[in-house]
């Protein structure tokens, strides 16, 4: 069994690092969103537009908290999947930097798709794939280096 070189360790530590620094910059592009769309219902309201209590799950149809949600939602839905693939791929084979740096810059691109329409209140669109196959392709690769070690 190939053994995980100090190197490999430390660079698996900025892919994880990295990779956690998305998830907070998520989590703020969630956070300004819900505050713009609670605003936004709060000056409907005050105008006589909206006579319901803000809920963002059933009374906003604000499309940019949908996006922002669904982005911190997916990062969260894959991130175990991804950090233990990832890391047992490191120590196990010592290898795995290449589909975690890809697998970073794909997760990175998925807000930006999906501002751009790759998310609407209908659901996915194509154009989001864009990030989420290759992260997808990263991942079984990953699962595939470590099936000769696993049997």
């Not at 499309?63 to 999947?81: C, F, K, M, P, Q």
């Not at 975690?100 to 798709?113: E, T």
Request: charged share 15%; proline share 3%; net charge positive.
């Amino acid at each position: 069994m190939p053994e995980a070189t100090s190197a490999v360790v430390i660079g698996a530590a900025r892919v994880t690092v990295a990779y956690a620094l998305l998830f907070v910059v998520f989590v703020g592009i969630q956070l300004f969103a819900k505050v713009v769309s609670a605003r936004k219902h709060r000056a409907a309201k005050k105008a006589g537009k909206v006579e319901a209590a803000y809920n963002r799950y059933e009374t906003s149809r604000d499309l940019t908290l949908h996006v922002a949600d669904r982005i911190v939602g997916n990062y969260v839905e894959w991130a175990s999947v991804f950090l233990a693939t990832f890391w047992l791929s490191v120590i196990v084979t010592g290898q795995g930097l290449v589909e975690g740096w890809l697998y970073v810059f794909a997760r990175a691109l998925y807000p930006l798709l999906a501002f751009y329409g790759g998310i609407t209140l209908q659901g996915a669109k194509p154009l989001i794939f864009l990030s989420t196959v290759p992260g997808y392709l990263c991942l079984i690769s990953l699962f595939l280096r470590l099936l000769p070690f696993l049997w």
